[in-house]
């Protein structure tokens, strides 16, 4: 089993060096192959994304990958930005269902802004579309505006767009998932505006029919980000588009006391996979050794689960995760009053101890 380690940029070496710590100590028989990303990337080879570690991307049975961008690279043009470096794995790997799970750990109850009474016990998925939707929409750019309120004018414009079998594998993915859990699925949309969602409403409604033991209903997405903070239990498996799944699931990270807690998993079709934290570079915190590293340790423990067939193993991090907010560690962004602030690596110190 070979892993691509992709660190990137800001808090991404810091947190993935705990997420690699602790899969060293797992004892498993596995290759770890470290490559250069996002900002760190183009400092070393002039390219976000080079052709080495889009390689190494490729030929690994996992990544595992920390985060990229930094505000001083906002000049550069965008092709050159660290965010491209993501953005082209996504694209040449194919990792089309992007599975966030926020989980609210019992522990962690008081760390979220919600009341503890809203988010005790939160189990919900976020299965988000990730290669197609606005982000990747052609055409886009600039251009002189020919008609809308201001003809001449300069503007910008980009494409939302989906096809039929990029909405109908994205809904099978969500209708198996959550055969596995609860048994039900909300599609959220835009359809009472947006042509494009209108079509996907239709579609995975006939998705829908193939799974009659899984109950599906559809949201409006302005419903559903305000259904996240009124009433998240109500929710189990959310399927959405590219950008409605990008806020949507910042939002739900909130719920379970911080972005620091949120892993993710990229999955292609042959269940090769990106493993990620939802969160970014935080540059506003990186070389300051505060960084929550749970959210990569998780995303490790998803690896684990989901590319490379070691059930146990991730099953092992999670408990061992699970021990640690039992013994009142705390990184800055979860502490509250009655608990221990760690760092960065006393918190993967302490993970790893916790897997014996
Ligand atoms: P961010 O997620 O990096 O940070 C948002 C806030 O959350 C900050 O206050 C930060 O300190 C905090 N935070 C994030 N991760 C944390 C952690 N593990 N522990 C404790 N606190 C944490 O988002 P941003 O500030 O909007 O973006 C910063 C950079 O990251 C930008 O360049 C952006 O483009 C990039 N970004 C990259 C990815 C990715 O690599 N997949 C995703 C999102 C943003």
Redesign the pocket.
């Known amino acids: 089993m070979k892993i691509a380690v992709l660190p990137?940029d800001?808090?991404g070496t810091e947190?993935i060096a705990e997420a690699v710590k602790v899969l060293k100590a797992l004892d498993l028989k596995f290759e770890l192959e470290t490559a250069p990303v996002?900002g760190a990337a183009y400092e070393a080879a002039g390219h976000p994304l080079p052709e080495s570690t889009l390689k190494l991307a490729k030929e690994a049975d996992a990544i595992l990958?920390g985060?990229?961008?930094?505000?001083k690279y906002d000049k550069l043009e965008r092709a050159l930005r660290?965010?491209q470096a993501?953005l082209g794995l996504r694209k040449h790997l194919g990792l089309f269902a992007n599975f966030r799970p926020a989980i609210c750990y019992e522990q962690l109850t008081h760390a979220s802004s919600l009341k503890p009474e809203l988010v005790s016990g939160l189990d919900i998925l976020i299965v988000r579309e990730l290669t197609g939707d606005i982000y990747f929409g052609q055409p886009r750019g600039k251009r002189t505006a020919t008609d809308g309120a201001f003809p001449g004018a300069e503007e910008a414009f980009d494409t939302m767009r989906y096809t039929r079998p990029e909405i109908e594998r994205i809904a099978h993915v969500a209708f198996q998932a959550a055969r596995k859990r609860n048994k039900k699925v909300t599609s959220v949309d835009k359809a009472n505006v947006l042509e494009t969602f209108q079509f996907w409403k239709d579609i995975v409604t006939e998705i829908g029919q193939q799974y009659p033991d899984v109950k599906l209903d559809h949201m409006y997405v302005d419903n559903a980000a305000m259904q996240l903070v009124k009433a998240p239990k109500s929710f189990d498996v959310i399927v959405t588009g590219n950008m409605f799944g990008d806020i949507l699931s910042d939002e739900a990270s909130m719920l379970t006391g911080?972005?620091?807690m949120l892993p993710s998993a990229s999955l292609n079709s042959k269940n090769q996979g990106l493993y990620?934290?939802s969160?970014?570079?935080?540059?506003?915190?990186a070389g300051k050794g505060?960084?929550?590293?749970l959210?990569t340790i998780l995303s490790a423990a998803m690896m684990l689960r989901f590319s490379l067939n070691q059930e146990a193993a991730a099953q092992r991090i999670e408990a061992a995760v699970q021990k640690v907010l039992a013994q009142g560690l705390r990184?800055?962004?979860i502490h509250s009053a009655g608990t221990t602030q760690v760092g960065t690596a006393q918190m993967g110190d302490a993970v790893v101890k916790a897997l014996a």
């Open positions: 990137g800001g808090i947190i996002g990958f985060a990229v961008g930094d505000w660290p965010e993501i911080s972005i620091g990620e934290p969160h970014g570079s935080a540059p506003d915190i505060v960084a929550n590293p959210a990184t800055p962004d």
